[in-house]
């Protein structure tokens, strides 16, 4: 039933270690981001994927690295994890309607990494 | 099931209007509340509030946070065409695995 669906939903690893973190969404929408929640609470984009192709892609470590099986999955594969990594990552979905651009963001839960 | 309801979806204004934007919550273990204002590209932190009854202002904008009633508003003073976007409200939850709550947003619209 859920929308946009991050699994895990909670991450403790250490440091130097290769995790994936999962995201799906059920509503039909064609484009999906992920996004770095900092300790001030500011949300930064990191990568967006427009029907299975990269569209947006900041200045994040080449240790990050997206993927998109379909439009409707987003995955965040991030190798040999730093201390720095710890932060609760977003997934999101959205969809423009008709010609009017307009936006409907739709996020996910949030996945709390913490690197030890 | 926990939830984070806005209202009113959507608001079209004239510069000039005080708007108030609504965010009521039912959530198990709150731990404080976000607001965002959506952007093009992420959204743009706005606050933060965590205790009932302490305002939070930032130049046009205010917030507050009742804990009691479960709900937050906020508040934009002298609107101008730029603060035109989503406005999400979000809980956090203080129990492993549940995390952020987002509600589905306040679009405004300021005309000129």
């Known amino acids: 039933d859920t929308a946009v669906s991050q699994t895990p939903k909670y991450l403790v690893t250490q440091m130097g270690n290769d995790k994936s973190i999962k995201c799906e969404q059920n509503?039909?929408?064609?484009?999906m981001y992920w996004y770095k929640q900092d300790s001030k609470k500011f949300l930064k984009i990191m990568f967006s994927?427009?029907?299975?192709?990269?569209?947006i892609n900041e200045t994040v470590p080449n240790r990050f690295s997206p993927k998109s099986p379909d439009k409707a999955h987003l995955n965040l594969h991030i190798n040999s994890l730093e201390l720095g990594d710890s932060a609760v990552y977003f997934c999101?979905?959205?969809?423009?309607?008709?010609?009017?651009?307009?936006?409907?963001?739709?996020f996910g839960s949030g996945t709390r990494l913490t690197v030890v | 099931e926990d939830k984070v309801v806005q209202s009113p979806l959507s608001l079209v204004v004239h510069e000039g209007d005080t708007v108030t934007l609504n965010c009521s919550y039912e959530?198990?273990?709150?731990?404080?509340l976000l607001w965002y204002k959506q952007e093009k590209k992420a959204p743009t932190f706005l606050f933060m509030l965590t205790s009932s009854g302490i305002e939070k202002k930032s130049g046009r904008l205010s917030s507050i946070l009742d804990k009691k009633e479960l709900f937050s508003i906020l508040n934009i003073t002298a609107t101008q065409t730029g603060d035109s976007a989503i406005y999400l409200c979000a809980v956090d939850r203080d129990n492993y695995g549940q995390n952020f709550v987002f509600g589905p947003g306040t679009r405004l619209s300021v005309l000129p």
């Open positions: 999101a979905s959205s969809q423009v309607a008709g010609g009017r651009g307009y936006y409907g963001y739709t």
């Open positions: 509503l039909g929408h064609d484009t």
């Open positions: 959530v198990t273990n709150f731990r404080s």
């Open positions: 994927y427009n029907n299975k192709e990269l569209i």
